[in-house]
T-cell receptor, first 116, second 114 residues
Framework: AQKITQTQPGMFVQEKEAVTLDCTYDTSDQSYGLFWYKQPSSGEMIFLIYQGSYDEQNATEGRYSLNFQKARKSANLVISASQLGDSAMYFCAMRGRVSNDYKLSFGAGTTVTVRA | NAGVTQTPKFQVLKTGQSMTLQCAQDMNHNSMYWYRQDPGMGLRLIYYSASEGTTDKGEVPNGYNVSRLNKREFSLRLESAAPSQTSVYFC?????????????FGNGTRLTVT
């Protein structure tokens, strides 16, 4: 069974500062993947970034980067130079195999509020 | 591009009523999924369909049925709604079985069962 833990229910960050969102996971699989999604107040789910367990480098995508520490089973999302539009809920998710496909298991999410 | 379209956006049901949530994607994706989102619990998988003609249970399938009508459409049915099914429902699709392929989500259906 896989489990995703996001321990920060809510965070405040000042505009233009960086913020780190924690995500730890538990899996017995050797090959797995981690996704981060953003959910603004409008409700849609927006894919941000992906990290594979065998990727040699930490993933980056614009202002988003992943601090992937495999031995510690953590995949923290770093948002640099926060903007007001970054205010949203952020979900960490892990890919797991099912019989003929894969599924994503999600953490409970972290709400980020960016202050001007 | 429309992407993943869910209807309706909002719905209120009385306990015991039935309804079908519709989902259609125009991206020619093979896999489709239904999730529910509840406060403090993230998203939980209800059912998924790896390809046209196949469906399988996820984590929380009780009280739901699904139909993969064709490659584009994947519907979720509540036969006898219960207050515990009050939630936001998301449909998602994915292009292929490659590990990096993300899910693409619809905008959700907010369902209230009284």
């Amino acid at each position: 069974a896989q489990k995703i833990t996001q321990t920060q229910p809510g965070m405040f960050v000042q505009e233009k500062e960086a913020v780190t969102l924690d995500c730890t996971y538990d899996t017995s699989d050797q090959s797995y993947g981690l996704f981060w999604y953003k959910q603004p107040s409008s409700g849609e789910m927006i894919f941000l970034i992906y990290q594979g367990s065998y990727d040699e480098q930490n993933a980056t995508e614009g202002r988003y980067s992943l601090n992937f520490q495999k031995a510690r089973k953590s995949a923290n999302l770093v948002i640099s130079a926060s903007q007001l539009g970054d205010s949203a809920m952020y979900f960490c998710a892990m890919r797991g195999r099912v019989s003929n496909d894969y599924k994503l298991s999600f953490g409970a999410g972290t709400t980020v509020t960016v202050r001007a | 591009n429309a992407g993943v379209t869910q209807t309706p956006k909002f719905q209120v049901l009385k306990t015991g009523q039935s309804m079908t949530l519709q989902c259609a994607q125009d991206m020619n994706h093979n896999s489709m999924y239904w999730y529910r989102q509840d406060p403090g619990m993230g998203l939980r998988l209800i059912y998924y369909s790896a390809s046209e003609g196949t469906t399988d249970k996820g984590e929380v399938p009780n009280g739901y049925n699904v139909s993969r009508l064709n490659k584009r459409e994947f519907s979720l049915r509540l036969e006898s709604a219960a207050p515990s099914q009050t939630s936001v429902y998301f449909c998602a699709s994915r292009m292929d079985r490659g590990p990096r392929s993300p899910l693409h989500f619809g905008n959700g259906t907010r369902l209230t069962v009284t």
